[in-house]
Structures are given as C-alpha cells and as structure tokens.
C-alpha cells in the first residue's frame, strides 16, 4: 500500500512539473535552412474518357497528341480521322517538397488548354513531369477530381467553380528525389517572417 501511495505521488510530481514547464518551440517553425526549398513541376498530358465534354475539333493539339499516343501503341490512325471529343489535352502542376524520394506520391493539379468544357469524370493517362532543369521528376495518371460541374441542358444550365480544372491526390509517383543542397562547411539558416 505504501509502494502504491508513493508511485501515485511521484506520478503527481512528474505530471505537476510537466505542465508547469514552457511550452518548446520547434526550431523549424522559426527558421529554414538556405537553399532547401519546394520544386514546381510541368507536364502536358491527356485526359481520357470525358462524356462529350472534351476538346472539339478546332484544337488541333489534341488530335495530334492522341494520335502520338496512339502511334507508340502500335495504333495508326491520321489525326483528321479522330473526334477527341472524349479526350481533353491538359497542363499538369505539382510542387515537388525538398527531401522527397523516389517512390513517394504527390498530389498534381490539372488543367484543361483546349476548349474541352468539363473535366468531370476523366482519367489522366501518364503524363511526365519536369522541372525548370528539363529531367523527369514524378509521373502522374488517375482520376481527376474537380471542384466545380455544369448541370442541365442546352440554354437552361448552370456552371458551378471551375469544371475543366481538377486535382489528383497522391497522383503523381516521384521517379527521381528532389534536387538536394550540399551543405559546404556551414549550413545557413533564415528565419522565417
């Protein structure tokens, strides 16, 4: 009973001196480290099985691109031949973190270039993202997720945000770490305002 009292009162001892204790500020709140910072990272890309909503004939790049896609596929089809309708040609956007490895998902965003005027229910095919330096980085593909749709028909419809923009969690595998600094003798850091 005594062994008892006393574990109970230095546990009161410990967790009395715990709360009085100032909080500890984390030293990576108040600085960073020069020279490590986030990458951005482009691709151009297709989005595939779109409801009618992609790209008409008058952007030629889709076709175009299709038929590249294609072509590698062992497919030979002219691009006049094709109705991309379906298909929408797309600018892809991810910030690469500093320290990423290869393996590791990051989430991308997606924008549609041509006239396509929905998003809604595509599918990225891979698409090669690089950075400022021209080296492949991350691969993306998935379902595009859009934060905006049109409902209705003809003159009687309405368009909510953005539909022919969306973003892919986790939709991009890093191929490549992320441009490391080497540190020469010092580390510098900043603080951060």
Request: avoid cysteine; charge should be positive; proline fraction near 5%.
């Amino acid at each position: 009973n005594f062994m008892r009292r006393s574990l109970s009162f230095a546990a009161l001892i410990a967790l009395d001196f715990a709360m009085a204790a100032p909080a500890a500020t984390l030293l990576q709140s108040l600085v960073s480290v020069e020279g490590v910072r986030d990458n951005q990272l482009l691709g151009y890309g297709l989005v595939v099985g779109l409801n009618g909503t992609g790209d008409k004939r008058q952007t030629i790049f889709s076709a175009q691109s299709l038929t590249n896609l294609l072509g590698r596929m062992g497919v030979s089809v002219a691009p006049s031949a094709i109705l991309v309708r379906n298909t929408a040609a797309v600018l892809v956007t991810a910030d690469l973190p500093p320290f990423t490895q290869p393996g590791d998902r990051i989430d991308i965003t997606v924008a549609a270039i041509g006239d396509a005027s929905n998003l809604q229910g595509g599918l990225l095919i891979m698409t090669p993202l690089k950075a400022a330096d021209a080296q492949t980085y991350a691969v993306a593909q998935g379902s595009v997720v859009t934060g905006g749709f049109v409902a209705g028909r003809g003159g009687n419809s309405q368009t909510v945000n953005h539909p022919t923009a969306g973003r892919i969690p986790g939709g991009a595998i890093v191929e490549r770490g992320a441009p490391s600094v080497e540190p020469r003798g010092r580390i510098r850091l900043q603080l951060i305002r």
